[in-house]
């Protein structure tokens, strides 16, 4: 071997990091090992929730977002307290006349008065879904904080004499650990009552799985309803027909009650209207979900 192409050798080791022999060590008869092929890194799954949470918890914009909507609502207040007609429950959920009841707001709990985004950020980096184990653990912690904008909303409404109902799909045994986290963020809480969770018992309705109807009734027989607050299409109104096209026609017909006696905060990170568009087959694989929703962007 010439020394040219001794020291090309060497260098080409030398490049490789140690992959292969020197040459000046080889025994007799012996030739250069080839350096190892450079192995590929796995690509990182990609997780559908990673923006949406992240911009739940590090953007100005969400905090900028809720505020506006708390406050715009408390600028309603004061009219819908005097006008004795006024109520924000749809006529099939009413079950009164509306008059002659204490006036009260009926606000979802997750994502409209607590923020889970921490439960939503283990599930990302930890590559998990949802499920009720985790979720009650979450939950027991006694950790959520406060939507931004809601306390300040909810104690101006309770100086007024509007009582505070917290309709939410969290289960009812976890009624004890949801209300002393209501009250550790700062949230005015009447007593155990004002927390109707799934699986309360509505005497004469029944409830189609999470649905809130029943329970918005019961709320309806015992106030007046002057305002909804939510996250999802279901928190104002029962949705017949999980469907991109069902709930269009619900966000149509009742449209102009948002703003004004609905209030709707912002989640782009889990709500029922993901599984509209993959026919609410939750059983189906994590990918093949995915790429149903992929199917359904609109590029054009």
Known sequence: MSPRVLTLSVLAC???LGGCKRADTLAPGETPTAAPAAVAKPATPADDNLN?????????????????????????????????????????????????????VIMDVDETVLDNSPYQARLVREGKEYDEVTWDGWVAEKKARAVPGVVEFAKAASAKGVTIVYLSNRAVHLKDATIANLKAVGMPVKDDSVFLGLGTV????EQNGSEKNCRRRLAGQQYRVLMQFGDQLGDF????????????????????WFGERWFMLPNPSYGSWEPAVFNNQWAQPRESRREAKRAALRPE
């Open 202 to 205: 509505v005497e004469g309705c």
């Open 52 to 104: 949406a949470v992240l911009w739940m918890q590090a953007s100005a914009e969400y905090p900028a977002v809720t505020t506006t909507v708390y406050r715009a609502a408390a600028d309603k207040l004061d009219a819908a307290l005097k006008e004795k007609h006024w109520d924000a429950l749809v006529t099939d959920e009413r079950g009164n006349a509306a008059t002659g009841l204490p006036p009260a």
């Open 14 to 16: 030398a490049i490789a």
């Open 237 to 256: 109104v029962q949705i017949t027909a999980n469907t991109p096209e069902g709930r269009a026609q619900l966000l149509d017909e009742y449209g102009d």
